[in-house]
C-alpha cells in the first residue's frame, strides 16, 4: 500500500528534477563557504598536514576527486571530497516504513552463512598484493615518513554483494538515483523500473551531515583497492551503533518513476 495518492504522485518531481533540486543545494551550500561557513574552525585544521582529520571537508580540490583523510585509527584513507556536500543520500526504488540492512533482514542461520561469507572473503582479500602494501604501509621519502592506509574490508565487502551490516549511502546524488531507479537481479544485473503500478514512486533518502556526529555512525569506504566503492563515492552506515530512524537522521524525499 502506498501512503500517496494518485493525485499526490503525479504532482511529485521525477529523478532528474530531484537530482537538479540537490545538486542546486551542493552549489548554495559551496556558494556561501560550504563547511567554512558554520564551522571556521575547520580553517585551522588546515595547519595540520597530513593529520588533518577534516581534509574532506576543506580544500581546494575538485568535488569528484579523493582526498587523504587522517583517520582516528590513526591510518588514512582516500576520502570522497565532500568539501561542497552537506548530505549524504541513499536511493531506494519505493518507500520503506524503516531502512535495515540485509544483513538483519536474515533470521539467525542466515546470519551465521553471511558472517561466514564475508570472513572468507576479508580472508581472501588481505592477501591482495595492494592490501598488503597499505597495510604495511607507504614510504614517502618527500614527507621522511610512512603511511598507513586503512582497508575498509566490510565496506568492500558490501559494496561487493556481501550482507555486512552497513546500509549504503554516497556523496553523489546521481549513484543514489541510479539505485533508486533500477531493479537488482542478482550478478550484477540490473535493468530500468518501467512498471509504475508496481513502483509508482520512489525515495532518496538523505542525511544532513553534521561533521561532529555523522561520522562517528557514518564509517567512510571511500577509494579502494577495487574500484566500486570509489566509482560509488560510498560510505556506509554502522547499523550495530544505532537503528537508522527515518524522520530522525534521514529525510526522505519521494519521485515518481517516468521510464521516459
Not at 598536514?49 to 587522517?70: C, R, T
Request: aromatic share 14%; hydrophobic share 35%.
Amino acid at each position: 500500500m502506498n501512503d500517496l495518492s494518485k493525485e499526490e504522485i503525479d504532482r511529485l518531481p521525477t529523478i532528474i528534477e530531484l537530482v537538479e533540486l540537490l545538486e542546486a543545494v551542493q552549489r548554495e551550500f559551496s556558494d556561501k563557504g560550504g563547511w567554512l561557513q558554520d564551522e571556521p574552525m575547520l580553517r585551522h585544521f588546515a595547519q595540520m598536514g597530513l593529520n588533518n582529520p577534516y581534509a574532506s571537508l576543506f580544500n581546494n580540490a575538485k568535488s569528484g576527486e579523493f582526498i587523504v583523510n587522517h583517520l582516528t585509527s590513526g591510518r588514512y584513507c582516500c576520502k570522497p571530497n565532500i568539501a561542497n556536500t552537506p548530505f549524504l543520500v541513499r536511493g531506494e526504488k519505493k518507500k520503506y516504513p524503516y531502512i535495515v540492512s540485509a544483513f538483519n533482514r536474515g533470521d539467525k542461520d542466515d546470519k551465521l552463512v553471511s558472517n561466514l561469507k564475508t570472513a572468507d572473503f576479508i580472508s581472501l582479500v588481505k592477501t591482495h598484493p595492494l592490501c598488503r602494501m597499505f597495510d604495511n604501509g607507504i614510504n614517502l621519502e618527500s614527507y621522511n615518513r610512512t603511511l598507513f592506509f586503512e582497508t575498509n574490508y566490510y565496506g568492500l565487502a558490501q559494496h561487493y554483494n556481501f550482507n555486512t551490516g552497513l546500509i549504503d549511502f554516497s556523496s553523489s546524488a546521481l549513484v543514489a538515483a541510479f539505485f533508486a531507479v533500477t531493479e537488482n537481479h542478482g550478478n550484477d544485473i540490473y535493468s530500468p523500473i518501467t512498471d509504475t503500478t508496481k513502483y509508482p514512486y520512489g525515495v532518496l533518502y538523505m542525511h544532513g551531515m553534521n561533521y561532529m556526529v555523522s561520522f562517528r555512525m557514518f564509517c567512510t569506504i571511500g577509494q579502494q583497492v577495487f574500484p566500486r566503492c570509489g566509482a560509488q563515492k560510498g560510505f556506509a552506515f554502522q547499523e550495530k551503533l544505532v537503528r537508522l530512524n527515518i524522520n530522525e537522521m534521514v529525510r526522505p524525499l519521494p519521485f515518481k518513476h517516468d521510464a521516459e
